[in-house]
């Protein structure tokens, strides 16, 4: 068993979906996924949007209904694997609120980006020198990832690393956001695989 956070904001559009679609990805994995938001609302549903979008790309309905959010507490750092942020102002909030989980913090952009060059053979090593405990692997896989800050050429613009907040816009705007996360998800399950497979 392995665990991984998303957070976004209100912890009702990017941070659910995130979470909702890697729980249904991972689950042959072990994996337990939860959510927050750094200034959420308090036990919102996720809009019909999120929703829709959600189970277009294949989450259960009933899942995407039931979410609740929540608000992020430092408690809520200590066990998680990975906690994968939406946006830089919430990777920053991460790191204030648990400054020892600072290697384990990414936004899920910046995870995509910096592990793009690093082959599964290198991940499964890494994983590998860390034991069979999922938990490790998962750690392992996350210090190899991050081990490539400044390593790795950030994006001519810094926004590249962040998904944007949809909520309260354009359905246009769900779209993008879903445009943005769903490339970076991919990544994070390559990682996870090549690290426990």
Not at 15 to 27: E, G, H, K
Not at 46 to 59: D, F, H, R, T, Y
Not at 113 to 138: E, F, K, Q, T, Y
Request: proline share 6%; aromatic share 4%.
């Amino acid at each position: 068993m392995f665990e991984i956070l998303t957070v976004c904001t209100g912890n009702i559009c990017r941070s659910p979906l995130a979470q909702l679609l890697l729980a249904t990805r991972l689950a042959d994995l072990g994996v337990h996924v939860r959510s927050a938001g750094t200034h959420g609302m308090h036990q919102a549903a996720m809009p019909v949007e999120a929703q829709a979008i959600a189970k277009a790309l294949g989450v259960d309905p009933d899942a995407a209904a039931a979410h609740r959010s929540r608000m992020l507490a430092e408690a809520d750092m200590t066990t998680p694997d990975l906690i994968f942020a939406m946006a830089r102002d919430h990777r920053r909030e991460i790191v204030e609120l648990a400054p020892s989980r600072m290697r384990a913090a990414f936004t899920v952009r910046e995870f995509a980006r910096l592990a793009a060059d690093i082959s599964d053979d290198d991940l499964h090593r890494a994983a590998d020198a860390a034991g069979a405990d999922a938990s490790a692997r998962v750690r392992a896989a996350a210090a190899l990832v991050a081990s490539h800050r400044g390593l790795t050429p950030p994006p001519a613009d810094p926004s590249e690393d962040d998904v944007v907040d949809p909520y309260g816009r354009s359905w246009e705007t769900y779209e993008q956001s879903a445009l943005e996360l769903v490339p970076a998800l991919d990544v994070v399950e390559r990682v996870l695989r090549a690290a426990l497979v």
